[in-house]
């Protein structure tokens, strides 16, 4: 059973930073981020492939978020600079065990495996 175990969140104030980690048990092709705020669904944040050049990232993330990964560690990261309240959420790792095809990043059920999500909260 492949195990997700994200890091780093916690409280924040508005404009500041966060970084999230998330390390898999084994080696995972694409990778991502999604969020659920308390009353909504949950939606896509940013993935990136398996070589780390294909990224995708949300539009009310986007020139705010970073998404990074380590290969020999297993490990994807999450920069998250210039955060807002409405940012505050659960961040959940997901890993896929096949390659996704980009335009399906967003979509989460292309994912096989969830980690158990880490609380990102941001004080006005």
């Known amino acids: 059973q492949v195990q997700l175990v994200e890091s780093g969140g916690g409280l924040v104030q508005g404009g500041g930073s966060l970084k999230l980690s998330c390390v898999a048990s084994v080696s995972i092709y694409t990778m991502g981020w999604f969020r659920q705020a308390p009353g909504k669904e949950r939606e896509f944040v940013a993935a990136?492939?398996?070589?780390?050049?294909?990224?995708s990232f949300a539009d009310s993330v986007k020139g705010r978020f970073t998404i990074s990964r380590d290969n020999a560690k297993n490990t994807v990261y999450l920069q998250m600079n210039s955060l807002k309240p409405e940012d505050t959420a659960v961040y959940y790792c997901?890993?896929?065990?096949?390659?996704?095809?980009?335009?399906?990043?967003?979509?989460?059920?292309?994912?096989?495996?969830w980690g158990q999500g880490t609380q990102v909260t941001v004080s006005s």
């Open positions: 990136i492939s398996r070589s780390g050049v294909i990224t």
């Open positions: 997901a890993a896929s065990k096949n390659s996704i095809y980009f335009t399906n990043y967003a979509n989460y059920v292309a994912y096989d495996y």
